[in-house]
């Protein structure tokens, strides 16, 4: 009977896992992460299916990405296989995306300085405007005290006097 039952634990030939026999046919169909699969795409390459989702989004050939240059504004989409063909017939556009796109920096640059410099003059002028604030304030901290110590001065006589009577 061990040798004939079907649920007798067997070795997948991929993963090795020990998997009762009659499941053994569906274990490798839809669960085994061992098992090697073509890629979904029909470029020819076997992965493991696992890795399904790395080899289509870093070298399957047949996977459709995006150009180089979209940040520079190239939309164009093509099959990796294709990428270095768009990017050879596409040079002088490209060029011409990159180079735009180097002006919009530039003219970017030249706002982000100007309103660097306008800020930096608002500063010196708040750190002027806080060192004359400062100054009116010590001395008018300065005309305080002294009325305070007159004002003790003052008290103190007034008391000498009342103990003298």
Partial sequence: HKIQCRFRPVA????????????LATHQQNECPAVPMECPNKCGVSVLKPDV?????DVCEEATIPCT????????????????????????????????QLQKDADE?????????ALR??????????????????????????????????IKAEAEENRRK
Wanted: proline share 0%; net charge negative.
């Fill in 12 to 23: 997948c030939s991929y993963c090795h896992d020990s998997i009762a026999e009659a499941n």
């Fill in 109 to 117: 640059i030249f706002t982000l300085k100007q309103e660097n410099m």
């Fill in 53 to 57: 989702a790395t080899h289509i989004r």
């Fill in 69 to 100: 240059f979209r940040a520079q504004g190239c939309m164009h989409t093509v099959r990796r296989a294709l990428l270095q063909e768009h990017l050879n017939e596409s040079m002088q556009t490209h060029t011409m995306l990159c180079s735009a």
């Fill in 121 to 154: 003059s608002e500063i010196v002028a708040a750190q002027e405007s806080e060192k004359e604030a400062r100054a009116t304030l010590e001395s008018e901290l300065g005309q305080i005290q002294a009325k305070r110590d007159a004002f003790e001065a003052e």
